[in-house]
């Protein structure tokens, strides 16, 4: 006979603690098996503004202990949440390199939200979702604050960020990790969190059917590694793509990754090609973790082709000529200074054709000297017939740009539109970062010049 008045008690309670942590800590937001506090005091300190963020949003377990090098795992999304969560703040950045002891976690996958303040669920606002670059080895994405792209909006968004494991967390590659863990963890990361998103965006106020995911350099690599994942036969939680400068680096051959795999093992401390490898390396401290990553040379691990069950079942630029990749619509392009970042060297360093070969080559070791002869065939030196070039290190820098960043756009752009795609846009990004280009005239509108307008140049 009490059951009934105990259990008004129990949802008196529960609401009270609910409204006072939202009177104390900020707006709440309830995606029933969890609610979530957030911060809607301006970047400039002014308390009650258009914009309310919400921090440190776990999307998955912790990828700790057995599950290290593991696929993550889903939460506990049953039941309805008693308390109130206080999201008010960033999450700590997965461990990268340099790594540095206290800074950075293992428990580090979580997602951080941007919506306007008066947004509610049934608005159906445009969800961006931004996935941070940094060669798959460093970055964060408090690096890359979405509070502007929301506020500053005349229709109103919601943004989003994903925090995913990084360097030997999230790419440890090799035999042992495919048959006792999974490959290409931190694009399973990226991918866990789009699902959270698809299933709780719209508490936000956002629409799960209107998702695009964007991202520049490895960032817009993670895009279309997105787009292409399981060759384009599953289904994507997102409907359109923005790649900004897709950064694809050297991919690692079998005996390249495996070297990296024992040389990991090493410096960790665990015996390599052994049955309790695996177990050692999940046993392992965080302290060990840390020395391996800054141990390792930088881009050592990094996305790497899985097979035909595998997430990244073959290279991106494969499938997307066979055709294998989701129809969504897409804008991609680069800055036209990405190559001079990555040329390798100076302009007066750059004067023959061995200069080129010597430098601008040494990132690609597995490149043999045929290739690149036919490359500086395809690229004629400046004085020569055709010759588009007025010196050696533009026609270098045109050359490693073009490898590494500036034909996977156009050649996906193309490809996209012969398989029906409607909405597919180019660009070319010329405005240099007022910042980096008055310290280095020569680099231009050099790698990243575009992140300077998205998030620090223009208000």
């Not at 293992?106 to 941070?132: M, S």
Request: aromatic content about 10%; proline content about 8%; hydrophobic content about 40%.
């Amino acid at each position: 006979m009490f059951l009934p008045g105990l259990l008004a008690l129990l949802v008196c309670y529960s609401r009270t603690t609910i409204a006072a942590l939202l009177s104390n800590l900020g707006p709440v937001v309830s995606v029933q098996y969890a609610a979530f506090a957030g911060n809607s005091t301006s970047p400039a300190g002014v308390p009650n503004g258009p914009v309310t963020f919400f921090g440190s949003i776990p999307y998955a377990q912790p990828p700790i202990g057995n599950l290290r090098f593991r696929a993550p795992q889903p939460l506990n999304e049953h039941g309805v949440a008693q308390d109130v969560t206080d999201a008010r703040n960033w999450g700590p950045p997965c461990i990268q390199r340099p790594a540095v002891p206290g800074i950075g976690s293992e428990d580090c996958l979580t997602l951080n939200i941007w919506k306007p303040t008066n947004a509610t669920e049934g608005d159906k606002l445009p969800v961006v979702v931004y996935i941070h670059g940094g060669g798959f080895y460093y970055g964060t994405p408090q690096g890359f604050p979405m509070y502007d792209w929301v506020a500053q909006h005349a229709n109103g968004i919601v943004g989003v960020s994903i925090t995913y494991r990084l360097g030997i967390l999230g790419f440890l590659g090799g035999p042992q990790v495919a048959a006792d863990g999974n490959l290409n963890a931190g694009l399973l990361d990226q991918r866990a969190g789009l699902e959270w998103i698809q299933r709780h965006i719209s508490k936000f106020g956002g629409d799960p059917d209107n998702i695009t995911i964007s991202g520049e350099s490895a960032g817009g690599a993670s895009v279309m590694m997105q787009v292409v994942a399981h060759g384009g036969s599953k289904p994507v939680p997102f409907q359109r793509a923005i790649a900004q400068s897709i950064g694809f680096g050297p991919t690692a051959n079998e005996s390249a990754v495996e070297l990296n795999f024992n040389n990991a093992a090493s410096f960790i401390g665990c015996p390599a090609n052994e049955k309790t490898t695996m177990s050692c390396l999940r046993k392992s401290s965080v302290g060990a973790i840390i020395s391996a990553t800054n141990r390792s040379p930088n881009g050592a691990f990094a996305p790497i082709v899985e097979g035909s069950d595998g997430f990244l079942p073959d290279l991106p630029s494969k499938l997307i000529a066979a055709g294998k990749f989701n129809p969504v619509e897409f804008t991609g392009g680069h800055c036209t200074g990405d190559g001079n970042t990555f040329a390798g060297g100076k302009p007066e360093q750059f004067n023959t054709d061995n200069d080129i070969r010597t430098i601008v080559f040494s990132r690609w070791p597995g490149v043999s000297n045929d290739t690149i002869t036919q490359a500086l065939a395809l690229y004629p030196a400046p004085g020569t017939p055709n010759s588009t070039f007025a010196t050696q290190y533009d026609r270098a820098a045109a050359m490693a740009g073009d490898i590494i960043f500036t034909c996977m756009d156009w050649f996906f752009a193309e490809k996209a539109l012969q398989k029906g795609v409607k909405n597919v846009y180019a660009y070319s990004w010329n405005a240099p970062d007022t910042v980096l280009y008055n310290a280095n005239p020569y680099l231009g509108a050099m790698h990243t010049s575009d992140l300077y307008y998205l998030f620090d140049g223009t208000k």
